[in-house]
């Protein structure tokens, strides 16, 4: 019983540690490091198509940071933070945050490209979801969530951009560029 009191107390601690932090802005996700609530890597990334196989393999729409073939926040495998959002009263999370894996581009190139979606050769969707991960979310308190991901492999992530909300109007730069959150999971 003690074991569980315990437990309990370690848990209602960690919880509120994180309800104490102001998180600065709804729609922007955060990880948890050392006790702090603290901004995954910001970049712009231009909003980009590419036929795929001279367009027999349809187009895709990628989201290409460059001039940055890896992000500056760093985690390693099955060791990643707590990561947090906030998000307006009365929208639906469930479906709202969803993180991309860059595409293996080859060694020589220094960019990073986000698949955000894809159409067939006829103009029809594609089936894209390989290169999606849609996180569970669970709420914290208020309008707070904690991101619970996936296991991760190994390469460049970033949260794709949410146009909804208050935050919505501010995702693109005043140079074209959407903002979007990037991190990295090492070998």
Excluded at 93 to 114: E, G, H, L, Q, W
Excluded at 127 to 138: G, M, V, Y
Excluded at 158 to 182: D, L
């Amino acid at each position: 019983m003690r074991k569980i009191t315990l437990l309990i107390a370690i848990q209602l601690l960690l919880v509120s540690a994180m309800q104490a932090q102001e998180v600065e802005k709804n729609f922007v996700p955060y990880y948890m490091k050392d006790g702090n609530v603290t901004l995954f890597e910001r970049k712009g990334a231009k909003i980009e198509a590419k036929a795929i196989g001279f367009g027999y393999g349809g187009v895709n729409q990628y989201l290409t940071v460059f001039n940055s073939k890896y992000s500056n926040v760093r985690f390693k495998p099955n060791q990643l933070p707590k990561f947090i959002i906030s998000l307006d009263e009365g929208i639906d999370p469930f479906d709202i945050v969803v993180i991309s894996k860059a595409d293996v581009v080859k060694k020589r190139k220094k960019y990073r490209r986000f698949i955000q979606k894809g159409n067939s050769m006829g103009g029809g969707s594609k089936d894209i979801s390989q290169h999606l991960i849609i996180p569970e979310l669970k709420k914290i308190e208020g309008n707070l969530y904690e991101i619970i991901m996936p296991s991760l492999l190994p390469g460049e992530y970033a949260f794709q951009p949410i146009y909804k909300g208050v935050e919505a109007n501010n995702i693109m730069g005043t140079s074209g560029e959407v903002r979007i959150y990037c991190f990295g999971i090492d070998e």
